[in-house]
């Protein structure tokens, strides 16, 4: 893969990772935080895979498919949480989880 | 300092971190998750500025005191957060922060 | 899996994460530092992803298989270069590589 | 500080880890790499605490001034040995962790 198109997939997991955390961080203010602690959790593993995907594309990994493919599962995963709560931040939040999810897809193929 | 007080500073920054990463998950399941909010943020914290110091010292990091700083600095916070409530895995996470925040200081001193 | 079990797996990752940054200091230091260029670069990937896989069974992650295979895969690859060279630290490296492999394996499936 | 500025600083913290995971990896394939050793060091150093701090920017952390204190010291001493050699990866790094440390220092005052 070109160096053009890891450059696109870098900002897509930046941009997944800031969306996790900020979800992660207005789901703990929420009024109902028991209702979010699902989501809470999945923000906090989403934005870690993503960084950790990020940093390893950045300094070469030889392991783009595996590393893309546990990504795609997590994002998906994130999505699929966030999707069911109506707050802003997780309606935005499943949205960049899943077009994230697809760009990890490709990676992994 | 010695590599026999890093082994021993090693395995109390890796005991922190796996408290408060049991704390961190139990918080999430208790009932009131609202009243935890701030315990969740805070084991999330210093679960992960604990990872991070335990890994900066083993790789030799030049940045010891600098780091072992901030450390203690976090643990003492998440310590104290801990302390306020009457969960198991608060007060035990309460005692492991407070000891690492010590061996933290010492070592940035 | 029991909560022991998880134990066991934590200790190993935790034992491979530091033996992986040992041996990049190491490395680092040695004096034909070209020829460890690879096993600098998969210390590093491989002291990260056992950091990774750590945090995420301490709190609770629901991607165990996914992660465990990934953590098998570097760790696998870690211990076939490190193979390769004479070093104690490297020769010790792949063996603690090859076991977190194995049981990285066993968790995955 | 108002959310507009972590936004900018976010994106300088991700600018500066992607430029030394770059270098990193351009160190690693360079024909001298034993006059890197130092270089690579630092390199890792620097990406994975701007990704700490660019994380925990994104999840509200209590830690702001202590965090980008520790983060603008070991930029400034990543840009102080990327400068010393002449590769261009070891230029362009050098600018971009010299900017990134005088950001973090505003943050931490």
């Known amino acids: 893969m ?4 890891y450059q696109s997939i870098i900002e897509t997991l930046h941009e997944c990772m800031s969306t996790c955390n900020h979800c992660y961080d207005a789901c703990l203010k929420e009024d109902n ?4 602690a699902q989501c809470i959790r999945l923000d906090r593993e989403c934005a870690d895979i993503c960084a950790y995907l990020e940093q390893a594309l950045g300094r070469g990994t030889p392991f783009v498919p595996e590393l893309a493919q ?13 999707k069911k709560h109506d707050h802003d931040h997780c309606q935005k939040c499943a949205e ?6 697809e ?6 193929s």
């Not at 546990?70 to 966030?82: K, L, R, S």
């Not at 760009?103 to 992994?108: H, Q, R």
């Open 33 to 36: 935080v028991k209702m979010m």
């Open 70 to 82: 546990v990504c795609a599962d997590i994002c998906e995963a994130c999505g699929t949480e966030c």
């Open 96 to 101: 960049v989880c899943f077009k994230c999810a």
């Open 103 to 108: 760009e990890c897809k490709k990676l992994a």
């Open 2 to 5: 070109s160096h053009e198109n």
